[in-house]
Structure formats: structure tokens, C-alpha cells
């Protein structure tokens, strides 16, 4: 295939892997990090001591992972925000800029 989708909640560092393999062969990865599920909330939007939460953690890591990558290129990694997230994205502080 030409893409896959990953969940992080094993750890963000856990999907390396598939990764590196993305930025080597030209595919992609689609992260899962604020999804439309309700069971979804109870780990995605939980709050670390500096006040992030987890679906911004895995956010800003495929952020940081997709920066390595020239400005022409976006990089192989995208992430999946579901389209009945309602103000979650307000209320955790997760913006696209």
C-alpha cells in the first residue's frame, strides 16, 4: 500500500519504525491523534504535568518529524482529527499553525 493508519497510544516512539520506513520509500502515515470515537477522549484528551494533552503530544510529534523535511515537501506523516471533535480541539489547545 501506499499509506497506513497508525495508532500511537503504544507510545508516539513506537511507531518509528513505520516512520523511518515512510520517509525512506516516499509513503505514507496517517497518525491517529484526536479521534471522533467517545472512548477515544478518555486517553486522548488527558493532561500531562506541563499542561498538554495526549492527542497534542502526538500531534507535535508528527509536527516535529514531518519539519525534517524540506518546505516543497510536507513530509509522509499526517494526522487524523475527527470531523465531531466539537470544541475538543479548543478546549485542549491544539491548533494547526
Same mark, same amino acid.
Given at each position: 500500500? $501506499? =499509506?497506513?493508519?497508525?495508532?500511537?497510544?503504544?507510545?508516539?516512539?513506537?511507531?518509528?519504525? /513505520?516512520?523511518?520506513? =515512510?520517509?525512506?520509500?516516499?509513503?505514507?502515515? !496517517?497518525?491517529?491523534?484526536?479521534?471522533? #470515537?467517545?472512548?477515544?477522549?478518555?486517553?486522548?484528551?488527558?493532561?500531562?504535568?506541563?499542561?498538554?494533552?495526549?492527542?497534542?503530544?502526538?500531534?507535535?510529534?508528527?509536527? $516535529? !518529524? #514531518? /519539519?525534517? !523535511? $524540506? !518546505?516543497?515537501?510536507?513530509?509522509?506523516?499526517?494526522?487524523?482529527?475527527?470531523?465531531?471533535?466539537? $470544541? =475538543?480541539?479548543?478546549?485542549?489547545?491544539?491548533?494547526?499553525?
Amino acid at each position: 500500500g $501506499d =499509506a497506513v493508519t497508525l495508532s500511537p497510544y503504544l507510545g508516539v516512539g513506537a511507531l518509528t519504525p /513505520a516512520l523511518e520506513m =515512510a520517509k525512506e520509500t516516499g509513503r505514507g502515515v !496517517f497518525v491517529l491523534a484526536l479521534t471522533s #470515537n467517545p472512548q477515544g477522549a478518555s486517553v486522548q484528551h488527558c493532561v500531562n504535568s506541563e499542561g498538554q494533552s495526549v492527542a497534542g503530544g502526538v500531534i507535535q510529534a508528527v509536527s $516535529d !518529524f #514531518n /519539519a525534517t !523535511f $524540506d !518546505f516543497e515537501h510536507m513530509g509522509p506523516a499526517g494526522i487524523v482529527v475527527g470531523a465531531t471533535v466539537g $470544541d =475538543a480541539r479548543r478546549r485542549l489547545g491544539i491548533s494547526f499553525d
